[in-house]
Every structure is written in C-alpha cells, then in structure tokens.
C-alpha cells in the first residue's frame, strides 16, 4: 500500500523548496516587487505543503491509471493532473502570495475570479504541460517537472502583466 510518506522525501521537498522559491522568485523580480518574506515563504510552502500533496497525488495517479491502455491511460494521467491543479488550487497558492507579500488585506473571493480566469486561459499550455509530465517522465521526476512548469508559469504571468497591461 501506497502512503503519502512514501512521496514526502527528502529529495521531493528540497525540490519544492527551490523550484517554487525561485520560480515566485523570477516572476517578483520581472514585476519589480520583490519581498524577502514572500521568497521564504514560497520555500516553506513548496518544501512542506506541495512537497506532499503534489508528488502524492501523482503517484496515485500512476495507481490509478495503471491498468488503462496506452492512450486511453495518456489522456487519463493527463486530465487528472490538469485537474488537480484547479482554480481552487490556485486561489489556494495566491492566497499564501498575498498572505507572504505582506498583502493579506488583498485576500478576497475575488481571487477565486482571478484564478478561475488563469486556469481558463492557460487551457491549451496546461494540457500539453500535464501531458509531458504525466506521460514522459518517469514517476520519480514529476514533481520536479511540474514544480518547474509551475515555476515557468509563473513566471509568463508576470511577464504577460507587464507586456498586456
């Protein structure tokens, strides 16, 4: 039997450290507001709360969809992770942005709007994304993968406010 600790390793939350850390880190830096409390607290976040979520959802996923054929499998794995990351996931991770940006004030139903429109418009890049990692890399590298799409995601929607404003 599978358990959530199995997932939740060293190596899954050193990972989640970084990778959330310097993603957040990137998109602060493009937006010119940077704040030392919000890089801290992506690596608490990323290293301790998605370190053991993410790569336990993933594996359960990998369980689940074991027994489907190749295609039917692909797109399984693939839904289900796009799914995951749903507009209540991202409010979830705004909500900690806020809450680190010294912004809690900010923290409104309006972000599940925000959010909702996010998960919306990254549709076609999500799903690729989801594909790649749920059905290119092995297990052991999909939470690496996807911190590190999460990362580059993040960094597009600093950039896309600044080139869109």
Avoid: C
Wanted: net charge positive; proline share 2%.
């Amino acid at each position: 039997m599978h358990t959530v600790l199995q997932t939740y390793t060293r190596t899954n939350i050193l990972r989640g450290m970084t990778v959330y850390a310097v993603g957040d880190t990137v998109a602060m830096i493009i937006l010119g507001k940077f704040v030392v409390w919000r890089v801290l607290g992506m690596i608490v976040v990323g290293g301790v709360l998605y370190a053991l979520e993410i790569p336990a959802y993933f594996a359960w996923i990998a369980r689940t969809t074991a027994a489907l054929t190749r295609w039917r499998g692909a797109l399984a794995r693939t839904v289900l992770a796009w799914a995951y990351f749903n507009p209540l996931w991202i409010a979830r991770h705004l909500v900690f942005v806020k809450i680190f940006s010294g912004a809690s004030s900010d923290i409104s139903w309006a972000l599940l709007t925000t959010a909702s429109y996010s998960f919306l418009g990254s549709i076609p890049i999500s799903l690729v994304g989801n594909f790649i990692i749920q059905n290119r890399l092995p297990e052991r590298h999909r939470f690496l993968g996807s911190a590190i799409f999460s990362g580059l995601t993040a960094v597009y929607y600093a950039l896309s406010a600044v080139w869109f404003a």
